[in-house]
């Protein structure tokens, strides 16, 4: 799509269908699991995993949509993953998303063992999930309870400049608003487009340091790998925060977790 045809297509938010996860598995997967050492297959199912594992836990999902006005095409553009964290119990994507997430690690399962039992991919996902779990700990222990949860926002990187990232943060925040929702949060990292975050008002509460750990080959065994000691880089998470009416920080105080 090219700028001079943007006026040929509208926005539209609508709940998630079955049919949306595939592509916006891709999306997830084009976003944060591009590796070279895996074959496509294998960072598809990764991909699967990744946004399964987000949209499990949701109370809704809010996907965004180009619609050719000629033809009334519709294009799977993004989502935004929302949670009401004071009804926890109440996920009605579970056995859908439940049943992706086994075909994923069943796929999984066929590509060689250095992916499904030591690789470093399957590894960052689990570190990532943990240190997640660290940040929000931290983030309750020394500031306010929340409410609510931004779990997924994605745009198709390709369809930038339609206006599909405001739409959806707008979305995603009447959400929050009709259900009485004023405080809520998300997960970030320095590979993401974390500025756009401190653009519309958010805070940073909580800065979590992470090792990207390598992988070896076993010394006797080319097609067993482990961890390695050492590690490729390092990247930072990040815990944002926000009130929902106007997207007003709620401070600017910014715990750091070595």
Sequence with gaps: MHNHSKQSYRVHIRAVQPSDIKPLARMVQEAWHTDDSLDAHA?????????????????????????????????????????????????????????????????????????????????????????????????????????????LFIVDQRLRGFGLGKRLWQAAMQWFDRRQIARFFLFTDSTCDWQYYEHIGLTRRVTLPTRIPAQVEHEHNPDHVKLAQTDTGMMTMMLYDGLVHANKPMGNTVSNMD
């Design 43 to 151: 960072q598809a199912q990764l991909g699967m995993l990744d946004a399964v594992g987000c949209m499990f836990r949701s109370t809704q999902i809010l996907v965004a949509t180009l619609i050719d006005n000629k033809t009334g095409q519709e294009q799977i553009a993004g989502c935004a993953a929302v949670v009401d964290r004071r009804h926890p119990e109440h996920k009605p994507y579970r056995v859908l998303f439940a049943r992706h997430a086994v075909r994923a690690l069943c796929a999984l399962a066929k590509q060689p063992a250095y992916v499904v039992r030591n690789g470093k991919q399957v590894a960052e996902l689990l570190q990532y999930q943990h240190n997640d779990h660290r940040m929000l700990r931290q983030a309750q222990r020394e500031h306010m309870g929340y409410q609510g949860e931004l779990a």
